[in-house]
């Protein structure tokens, strides 16, 4: 069983930057592949960016490519999105997932969710 908590989620004005945390426990955190998954008011829940288990290759939905950066901290057992450049389309419940597949880019393949921080993009 694996726990995940987010958080740095706030409302911050457009062109703003913002890094949300992920906190992982309950299982090994260097075999999960972690991501990160938005809902947008009227959307289904989306695919933002992920990094695999095995060599932290990272992949990014093409609307946060060049924005985002998604990284871990093993040590730390955590997992963060650095989002620079936010715009409204960014308004969202961002949500922390984890999964023992290496490349993941679909909600159905994640195994594991945190509760969701909501991210505010003022225009």
């Known amino acids: 069983q694996v726990q995940l908590v987010e958080s740095g989620g706030g409302l911050v004005q457009s062109g703003d930057s913002l890094r949300l945390s992920c906190a992982a426990s309950g299982r090994r955190f260097s075999s999960l592949t972690m991501g990160w998954f938005r809902r947008a008011p009227g959307k289904e829940r989306e695919f933002v960016a992920s990094i695999s288990w095995n060599r932290g290759n990272t992949y990014y939905a093409d609307s946060v490519k060049g924005r985002f950066t998604i990284s871990r901290d093993s040590a730390k057992n955590a997992v963060y999105l650095q989002m620079n450049s936010l715009n409204s389309e960014d308004t969202a419940v961002y949500y922390c997932?984890?999964?023992?597949?290496?490349?993941?880019?679909?909600?159905?393949?994640?195994?594991?969710w945190g509760q969701g921080t909501q991210v505010t993009v003022s225009s």
């Open positions: 997932a984890a999964t023992l597949i290496n490349i993941a880019t679909m909600s159905h393949e994640y195994e594991y």
